[in-house]
């Protein structure tokens, strides 16, 4: 599953396909947050230009609610593309859509 997330930031560009695309090099904080339920593990991925560069792994002992959250620093060079993946089997997710109150991606030009 690959997340589609909101931001409105004018250094970044969103593909539409739940890639973003930075506009103006430099070095960001990303931020993110999501919901699932069920499921146990679950995996989250941010994927820059085509390769896994951050990898998080959330156990759960349980069935309920879980919170998926991190925050990681990049340099993006112009035109890098990136999006995040998350994913655990089977899953209710909240925030898989553009304008989801349950799922937050923010970035943060340094």
């Not at 998350?86 to 970035?107: D, F, L």
Request: contains cysteine; positive net charge; aromatic residues 16%.
């Amino acid at each position: 599953m690959e997340l589609r997330a909101s931001i409105n930031i004018s250094a970044l560009l969103h593909t539409g396909t739940g890639e973003f695309r930075v506009k103006t090099a430099g070095v960001y904080r990303l931020s993110w947050f999501f919901l699932a339920h069920g499921c146990g593990n679950k995996h989250t991925r941010i994927m820059i230009d085509g390769s896994q560069r951050e990898y998080r792994h959330f156990t759960a002992y349980n069935a309920g609610w879980d919170v998926l959250s991190g925050s990681f620093v990049w340099r993006f060079g112009t035109n890098s593309v990136f999006y995040f993946s998350v994913n655990g089997k089977p899953c209710w997710w909240t925030g898989v859509a553009v304008y989801s109150s349950h799922a937050r991606v923010v970035c943060v030009k340094m």
